[in-house]
């Protein structure tokens, strides 16, 4: 039965795409009154005993006032939520808020199909009911559970709440706080990770794959991809799909895919555009798990395009399937037990421990044909082209628990959903080295944007990765040189590089390259071993090196002679570190079959641990060293956590911008009023002040803050020139604020500020706050040293919110003018921690108020004593699309 669409009065952002713990998809959205038949229709589907432990007693027909429990709703106090898979509701969750009494509880219950249940619904509609009445001002859930009903009880009990049982006659009253707890957002972080990694498992490991649009023309895509499939000799069985032909490329062919006898897992799709959905139709009729999408066509040929893109995908998910692509090269799996080539390039690299991520369809040949040329040995392959459903995010789930991945490769032409991006990389990067080439970092500016989009987008792009520990290269090659060595060698514990060889002049120009990336020579100077060395003394040499206590890491470079081709040399090396615990890398120059001599091969065939990786030039082994080594830092440095800081109050936060701010209007500047208490709910304090308009009220103001005053221009443009002509400092007495009144307000006129001065403890250095709300990445935060040096170089740090005290710390410590804090030229040492506090408190303002757009406290003037914000700016509007929706599928 087909669910009516339901009534649009509630948030957009009820509704999502969520992955269940076996990999399928549904879609989740709010009740209305026209479900009411669905609503019957999906009890007349359940068995007596569901029912019973639902209502506590036999259920025959279903009355008018059960149905009324899910669809008599009002998106406030009544809500419904419904999980929705091809047309018809498999699960809902209500909640009803009490109305009398503790008015800040509501009832929730569950109700889930029997062929649905044990998929992670009761615990997906529990996840996302609180997150909808904690939006309504409810605080608590309570609920009644038949102490028999075993599995709705660990739904509750498995949350991570902190959930209080009481026992009477079989029934079990259950009470719990809905407010997030540390281990609540630990359990929905591990349900999706489970969700979202079988999801991929499941494109990746299929047991048999038709290929729909499969054809003998060899021009065409259908082509390519079932040659592939049938080359790699593929585990399990290839089921052509082209209703014109009874078999292609020797293989049987059937007219549609419904017309396949057996189970098909994958579907590879390769007809034209305006047929995709008919295809995804009869997908969807047959049971198929999952779609690839090599057609183009949508998305990247305009706005009907897109249209068309996001019907397709809303079927598929609808019907529990994913989508990877459209517009895609589609995938592979080196596994031995599954390998599949599902993809147009004819030649993939051979199995590793490299997975790899790329965006681009187009490149995606020519960077698979590099790898396979470089011997670079992958994993698993995946080319998600328009990412209309499947993304880099959902593969960084699935290689964080895949015992075949080592080492993540990502080719990045934009981000879906960044700060998910940040959160996923960060926990996969403690374990397994990401690597990221991020294109587009010259990208014109858009259109319509702040001139300064263009910067800050790329400085949100750097602030991205080195708050997640991946490693950023600049070009393709860099990043298979970096692979090449963190899939085979161990991360540099330090900076130190022992550099060996035979050839002086090699040695010279790895010198160069170390000490101009920051790395340190041991004993300042390449050891030199002849141009005759064996292959003994140059496996001495390098047993002795790789032993050295004060050597991080090791450089080999040998150039052969004409009398010896250097392979025993290369052997005699890869003997001498089998033991070593640093890394080890190597220039051979013009050596042929070195690959072979420096690599150790497992019995799967894959390039395992101990292969010694060589580079052309010592130059681009020093590179490689360095983002390894960069790499080493960040893993050392301790994680962090988001502390609980006293003194906010979100709520109130939220009731004042709903108060200055009416929904949907366009941005504004807050008023220096809304902008102090705005601060206040978040325990920032604003030195002092007063609005005067007259001299009189200016006196009055000074004697009611206190002197010394100071008194200030409303205009930001005068207030911080560098001549200072828009304020007057240290003003001590009544004349003193006369003639500064008379004098300032002839150039900013009456309207002026009378601020008290900051103290001296706390007056050492001006910094300068803010927070950026990214049009990509969400919202940021900034600090720099105030002053117009900073300013014209634009020396300011960026972190993304949410930060951690080590990320606050970091932000601090980031400014090239930040040894100023440390005292110079005479000035006294500032307390770091009150930086870090305000750092931290600004983050948790950003996070929590996607509202405020911009906001800039310029000075907060820092010294030995604490803090003090002086000055403060900012905008609010409607909040961008939040960009860690963690609600919805990404």
Same mark, same amino acid.
């Given at each position: ?20 713990? /076996?990999?399928?998809?549904?879609? +989740? ?5 026209? &479900? ?36 008599? +709703? ?6 419904? !939520? ?16 009490? @109305?009398?009494? /503790? ?7 569950? !109700? ?49 709440? %902190? ?15 809905? *407010? ?39 021009? *065409? ?22 209703? @014109? ?52 066509? $949508? ?25 990877? #692509? ?25 199995? #590793? ?43 960084? =789930? ?22 998910? $991006? ?9 374990? *397994? ?12 500016? +858009? ?19 080195? =708050? ?26 330090? @900076? ?95 050596? @042929? ?117 100071? !008194?200030?221009? $409303? ?58 709300? &990214? ?72 996070? &929590? ?21 002086? %000055? ?19």
């Amino acid at each position: 039965m087909t669910v009516a669409p339901p009534i649009m009065d509630y948030p957009q952002r009820w509704e999502a795409d969520v992955v269940l713990a /076996d990999g399928g998809v549904v879609h +989740v959205r709010p009740s209305s009154p026209a &479900d009411a038949d669905a609503i019957r229709a999906m009890h007349s589907r359940m068995s007596a005993r569901t029912l019973y432990l639902r209502y506590f007693s036999a259920i025959g027909q279903l009355t008018d006032e059960q149905v009324a429990l899910f669809t008599d +709703v009002d998106h406030n106090s009544r809500v419904g !939520l419904l999980a929705v898979l091809g047309g018809e509701i498999i699960a809902a969750g209500t909640y009803h808020r009490n @109305d009398v009494g /503790d008015t800040d509880a509501a009832e929730a219950a569950f !109700l889930v199909e029997d062929s649905q249940q044990r998929r992670g619904l009761g615990s997906i509609l529990l996840e996302h009911l609180a997150a909808a009445a904690q939006e309504r001002g409810i605080r608590r859930f309570t609920a009644m559970v038949l102490t028999e009903n075993a599995q709705m009880v660990r739904v509750f009990m498995d949350a991570g709440y %902190s959930v209080h049982r009481e026992y009477d006659s079989g029934v079990m009253d259950l009470e719990f706080d809905i *407010k997030p707890t540390e281990k609540s957002r630990a359990v929905i972080a591990s349900r999706e990770h489970r969700a979202e990694a079988r999801s991929i498992a499941r494109l990746l490991s299929p047991r048999s794959i038709a290929v729909i649009g499969a054809t003998s023309d060899t021009t *065409k895509h259908g082509h390519a991809v079932l040659a592939n499939l049938l080359r790699g000799n593929f585990s399990g069985p290839v089921y052509p799909v082209n209703k @014109d032909a009874v078999s292609v490329q020797g293989v049987r062919a059937y007219p549609s895919v419904t017309d396949i006898p057996d189970p098909v897992d994958l579907a590879v799709v390769t007809v034209p555009a305006s047929t995709v959905a008919e295809v995804v139709d009869a997908c969807r009729a047959k049971g198929v798990h999952g779609l690839v999408v090599m057609t183009a066509g $949508f998305a990247d040929a305009g706005l009907d395009g897109a249209d068309a893109q996001r019907q397709m995908v809303a079927v598929a998910r609808g019907s529990g399937m994913r989508v990877l #692509g459209p517009n895609c090269l589609g995938l592979v799996n080196t596994d031995p037990s599954v390998r599949m080539n599902a993809t147009l390039a004819p030649v993939v690299p051979p199995p #590793g421990r490299i997975g790899f991520f790329c965006q681009s369809g187009a490149l995606g040949i020519a960077i698979l044909a590099d790898a396979a040329t470089r011997g670079l040995g992958l994993s698993t392959f995946v080319s998600a082209g328009n990412r209309a459903d499947v993304s880099g995010n959902d593969l960084l =789930q699935f290689w964080h628990g895949d015992d075949g991945t080592e080492v993540v490769l990502l080719y990045l032409e934009s981000f879906g959903n960044p700060r998910k $991006f940040a959160r996923l990389a960060r926990v996969l990067a403690r374990t *397994k080295p990401v690597i990221a080439v991020k294109t587009g970092r010259h990208a014109p500016a +858009v259109p319509g944007l702040a001139a300064n989009t263009e910067t800050m987008s790329e400085a949100a792009v750097a602030t991205l990765f080195a =708050q997640s520990g991946v490693i950023r290269t600049d070009t393709l090659t860099a990043a298979f040189d970096v692979a090449q060595l963190l899939s085979t060698q161990p991360v540099p514990r330090g @900076d130190r590089i022992a550099i060996v060889g035979n050839s002086g002049a090699l040695g010279a120009l790895a010198i160069d390259a170390c000490l101009d990336a920051g790395l340190h020579v041991a004993d300042g100077a390449a050891l030199d071993l002849g141009g005759n060395v064996s292959p003994e003394d140059l496996a001495a040499a390098v047993r002795a090196a790789v032993g050295r206590p004060d050597v991080d890491a090791l450089m080999v470079m040998y150039v052969p002679t004409v009398a010896t081709p250097g392979l025993a040399h290369a052997a005699a090396l890869r003997a001498a570190v089998s033991e070593a615990t640093v890394p080890v890398v190597t220039t051979f120059l013009a050596v @042929d079959g070195l690959v072979e001599k420096l690599s150790v091969v497992d019995a799967d065939g894959r390039a395992a641990r101990g292969s010694v990786p060589s580079y052309r030039t010592p130059e681009r082994a020093v590179a490689a060293l360095s983002h390894a080594v960069r790499y080493g830092h960040w893993l050392a440095r301790p994680a962090g956590t988001a502390p609980d800081l006293p003194g906010i109050n979100t709520g109130a936060a939220r009731a004042l911008l709903r108060r200055v701010r009416a929904p949907d209007t366009p941005q504004r500047p807050v008023t220096d009023a809304e902008l102090t208490r705005l601060l206040d709910c978040y325990g920032i304090d604003w030195v002092p002040y007063k609005a005067i308009g007259s001299r009189a009220e200016a006196i009055a103001a000074a004697e009611e803050i206190g002197y010394p005053v100071a !008194l200030k221009s $409303f205009d930001e443009s005068l207030r911080h020139r560098i001549d200072q002509s828009g304020v007057r400092l240290g003003l001590i007495n009544a004349d003193q604020v006369m003639a500064a009144y008379d004098d300032l307000s002839s150039i900013a006129g009456p309207w002026l500020h009378v601020q008290a001065m900051a103290p001296r403890d706390k007056a050492e250095v001006p910094t300068v706050f803010g927070i950026t709300a &990214d049009t990509s990445f969400g919202a940021l935060v900034s600090f720099g040293i105030g002053g117009v040096a900073t300013e014209l170089l634009n020396d300011r740090a960026y972190r993304a919110v949410p930060l951690t005290d080590a990320d606050a710390a970091d932000l601090i410590s980031a400014p090239n003018a930040a040894p100023l804090l440390n005292g110079y030229r005479g000035t006294r040492v500032v307390a770091r921690e009150p930086l870090i506090d305000l750092a931290l408190r600004l983050s948790a303002l950003a996070d &929590d108020l996607p509202e405020v757009i911009q906001l800039q406290l310029r000075p907060v003037l820092a010294g030995p004593g604490g803090v003090v914000v002086t %000055s403060g700016s900012g905008r609010i509007g409607p909040p961008p699309a939040r960009p860690d929706a963690r609600r919805r599928l990404s």
